[in-house]
């Protein structure tokens, strides 16, 4: 019984219990295989990414938790997060941390050596944002970056290079980031003012709904330039007004700062991640 609980703090440290945020991660990098290969991706990559996509955002969990330690059990939200209640030791924790960083390297053996080196960026990424939260006002710009680093990795992968197109996704998806998250921040804006920690939700004051719906908007209209480039069919246009409609509906959700209405706010992206998604396949295969 000892042993099955441990398994399963390390199941929390490394959120396989909310596969949202591995959800939020896929959609981007999914609807790049799509766009960026004309809708013949490699279906090997798309399961190496899937897994890949797992085994860093369960990383990036755990060295989060690591790095918020101190902080974590301030805050009502995560105050039972397994490092803080001492289910998991920081020791234990970074062990983890490496296991699940060497296990998403592993899959970079079938992938080209562009690719590897592209990865080395993106594992940096991934590592300086739990501590940009210390030192820069808006630590979602380092989430972004390193979270639609996966764009650039499918363009690695599948193209051996970085395009133009691959390029306006990874900003589209930098944006799309920035808003959801901020969204997310917004269920721990007083305490992260008593704890003297960043976010846009602070940085953006009393404008903070107004820059959130620009971001979507910004994603949405990068999204749709790159149907225009790419001639896609016009149903793909349909799926981008639907994306553009759930932002509206998410910037309703979060205009009070509501903390419930904003995580729901924030979860709502998984029906816009999906949609853009579906819309991206249609796009290109019809």
Excluded at 122 to 131: E, N
């Amino acid at each position: 019984m000892l042993q099955r609980n441990k398994f399963f703090s390390f199941f929390r440290l490394m959120r396989a219990d909310k596969p949202i945020g591995t959800a939020l991660l896929l959609w981007p990098t999914l609807s790049a295989f799509f766009i960026l290969t004309n809708g013949d991706p490699n279906l090997f990559l798309i399961i190496l990414f899937i897994l890949g996509t797992f085994f860093m955002r369960s990383a990036g969990c755990v060295i989060n938790d690591y790095f918020d330690k101190d902080f974590d059990g301030k805050v009502d939200r995560t105050k039972d997060r397994p490092i803080v209640t001492g289910e998991i030791s920081p020791k234990e924790a970074l062990i983890l941390f490496v296991l699940l960083v060497l296990s998403s390297a592993s899959l970079l053996l079938w992938m080209n050596q562009f690719t590897f080196y592209i990865a080395l960026i993106g594992l940096g990424l991934a590592s300086i944002y739990p501590l940009s939260k210390r030192f820069f006002s808006v630590p979602q710009v380092f989430l972004g970056l390193a979270f639609a680093w996966g764009i650039i990795m499918v363009s690695a992968a599948e193209l051996n290079e970085v395009n133009t197109i691959s390029l306006l996704l990874f900003i589209s998806c930098f944006f799309w980031i920035i808003a959801y998250d901020t969204a997310y921040a917004l269920c721990d804006k007083d305490d992260d003012l008593n704890l003297g920690i960043n976010s846009s939700a602070i940085a953006f004051g009393s404008n903070v709904v107004i820059f959130f719906f620009l971001f979507h908007a910004i994603s949405t209209l990068i999204l749709i330039y790159v149907a225009f480039l790419l001639n896609f069919h016009l149903i793909f246009y349909f799926f981008a007004s639907v994306a553009l409609t759930l932002a509206i509906y998410q910037s309703f959700l979060i205009k009070d700062h509501q903390s419930e209405k904003c995580l729901k706010a924030f979860k709502n992206n998984n029906w816009l991640g999906l949609t853009i998604f579906i819309g991206s396949i249609m796009g290109v295969s019809l």
